[in-house]
Every structure is written in structure tokens, then in C-alpha cells.
């Protein structure tokens, strides 16, 4: 069976804690010229005039948002910034990283929201479950954006550790998953809509047009149709079918604890949202 994944969400910048792992960054961008040139559905513009409001894309690393931000240029082709300035991406399709201000559609971040209230009108929230998340960051930190880690790299472990590194990466990730989807969804005083990773994956368009009606952005169906053809991008490679699975039944189950309490989370922020819209529309 040969199914698709998406390389393109792999493309995460440079920050926080993953500089050490990244001093190689600029042998990545390297890699980016080898890559035939993106074809776009219409030229790419700046936002105008500028929004006086600026809606963040956020995610955990490895959840998609470069893909995300590719699929919002080709349907609308107005710019996407990022809080982070990713050369590899800004030569290839994406000339605002480092934009932070309403001259771009959204605003990528991998951080939780800033305490500034203004610096975000709304977000969009992209989350992806832990267990893929969490491994498409591991491949990319040890493989850069277009492999996979070998099978040495999930056993290595530090003299003074009794367990694997990769262990210790995988809930040190997923505390980090967890807190990071809590605090835009409880702290963020904005209206947050999220999307599904994995419902942007097996229903593009529509999964594209509610981030679209979100942004009241209006899109023809000729657009709509030419960004759901050129959905694959330029990353897309066949998955390689492996029988090595890196995770342990006691990861499966710390995954699926903490993806449970993520969701619930989620489940009472719609249902909250819904209610205070009912409200609203009743007031009307
Ligand atoms: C990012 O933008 C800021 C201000 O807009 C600028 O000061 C900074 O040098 C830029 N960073 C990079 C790496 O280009
Ligand atoms: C979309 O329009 C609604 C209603 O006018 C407004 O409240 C909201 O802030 C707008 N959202 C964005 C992202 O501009
Ligand atoms: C939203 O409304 C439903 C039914 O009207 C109610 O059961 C639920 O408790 C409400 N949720 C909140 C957070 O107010």
C-alpha cells in the first residue's frame, strides 16, 4: 500500500530548545534547492491593506503547520508569517517567515500564547495526535526534513540514564504536547478554532474551508479547486513501510492518557464556544 505523508509539515524552524539539535539548519536549506520549484495557484501578495488583527497558527512542532500555512497560500495567495524566521522555507514559498504583523494571513508559533493580549486577535489551534507528532520532530531533529531516524537512534542511551533517550524524549514531548494545546485553550482569551491534523489529511477541502470562514476569507471555487490539486505540495514522498514501531505499550498508554485529556479539554472549549454563540445569536 503506498500512502502519503507530508513532508512539508516537518519543515519546523529553528527555536527554543531544538537549536542544539539544528546546528546542521543550513545543510537542510541546502537540501531545499535540490527541490523542483513550488507551482502556485496565484501570486503570492501581502495582505492589503494590513489587518490591524493578527491570528496565530499554533502548533506542536511535527503537527503540520508548514502544510497548514501552503494550503492558505494556494487557496487565498496572500503570504503567511511565522514568529520564526526558517531560511530553508523563506527561499522556498514562504518570503515571511519572520512576519509577525497583519500584513500576513497567520502567524506561525510552536509556543504557548504570549502573555501580551494584543499580539493575537484569534488563533488557530492545529493539533495532531502525540504519537505521529511526536516522531515527525524526532525524524526531523536526527534526519533533517526528508528522512526518517535510523533504528540506532530510538536505542541510544546516556551513561547515566537507565532508560533510552528516546524514552525520555517521548514524555518530555508529550507533557510539552499537552501543556501547549491547555494553555491556548484555557489562557488564550481570543476565539480559538481547531483543526484536526488528521481530518485536514482525509478531508482537505472542507477541513480548509472552515479555517477559511474562520479567517472570513471568501474563496472562488476555482481557487479552492487548484489548492485542493497542488494539496500534495512539493514534499510529498511515499512512507516507508516499516516493522519497527518505536513505541512501547507504556508509551501507548501515557499517549493515549494524555490525548484523552487534551481532547476533553477540547470537547468543553466547543461546547462553551457554542453555547456563548447560541447566546449571542439570541441577543440578536
Ligand atoms: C526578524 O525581524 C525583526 C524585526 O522585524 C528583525 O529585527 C530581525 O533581525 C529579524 N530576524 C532575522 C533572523 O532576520
Ligand atoms: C471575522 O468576522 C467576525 C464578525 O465580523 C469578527 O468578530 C472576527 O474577529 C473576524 N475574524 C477575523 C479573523 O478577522
Ligand atoms: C452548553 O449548553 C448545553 C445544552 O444547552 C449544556 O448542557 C452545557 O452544560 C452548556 N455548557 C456550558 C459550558 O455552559
Keep these: 500500500m503506498i500512502y502519503f505523508s507530508i513532508i512539508i509539515f516537518m519543515l519546523s524552524p529553528l527555536h527554543g530548545v531544538k537549536d542544539s539539535f539544528y546546528e546542521h539548519g543550513s545543510i537542510n536549506s541546502f537540501a531545499y534547492r535540490q527541490l523542483p520549484a513550488l507551482h502556485w495557484c496565484q501570486g503570492l501578495q501581502w495582505r492589503s491593506p494590513p489587518s490591524p488583527y493578527v491570528v496565530a497558527l499554533a502548533s506542536f512542532p511535527g503537527s503540520g503547520n508548514t502544510w497548514l500555512r501552503y494550503l492558505l497560500q494556494q487557496a487565498t495567495g496572500i503570504v503567511t508569517g511565522s514568529i520564526y524566521m526558517d531560511y530553508g522555507l523563506r527561499v522556498h514559498g514562504f518570503p515571511a517567515e519572520n512576519v509577525t504583523d497583519g500584513s500576513v494571513l497567520v502567524v506561525k508559533t510552536h509556543e504557548a500564547p504570549p502573555i501580551s493580549p494584543n499580539k493575537f486577535k484569534s488563533a488557530l489551534l492545529l493539533i495532531r495526535n502525540p504519537k505521529d507528532a511526536i516522531l515527525a520532530d524526532f525524524n526531523r531533529v536526527h534526519k533533517g526534513h526528508i528522512g526518517t531516524a535510523p533504528k540506532s537512534a530510538f536505542k541510544k542511551k546516556s551513561y547515566n540514564r537507565e532508560e533510552s533517550d528516546w524514552s525520555y524524549y517521548v514524555a518530555s514531548q508529550l507533557t510539552a504536547w499537552e501543556s501547549l494545546h491547555r494553555l491556548w485553550l484555557t489562557r488564550f482569551p481570543g476565539p480559538v478554532h481547531v483543526v484536526f491534523y488528521e481530518t485536514l489529511v482525509s478531508d482537505t477541502r472542507s477541513t480548509l ?5 474562520f479567517l472570513n476569507r471568501t474563496v472562488s471555487e476555482a481557487e479552492m479547486n487548484c489548492a485542493i490539486s497542488l ?16 513505541y512501547t505499550p507504556e508509551m501507548y ?3 493515549r492518557i494524555a490525548r484523552d ?9 466547543q461546547s462553551k464556544r457554542t453555547n456563548t454563540t447560541r447566546r449571542y445569536n439570541n441577543i440578536d
Excluded at 264 to 269: P, S
Design 209 to 213: 474551508q472552515g479555517v477559511l470562514d
Design 231 to 246: 494539496k500534495e505540495g512539493i514534499y510529498r514522498r511515499k512512507k516507508k513501510i516499516k516493522n519497527f514501531d518505536p
Design 261 to 269: 485529556r487534551v481532547f476533553n479539554i477540547v470537547a468543553d472549549y
Design 253 to 255: 498508554k501515557a499517549i
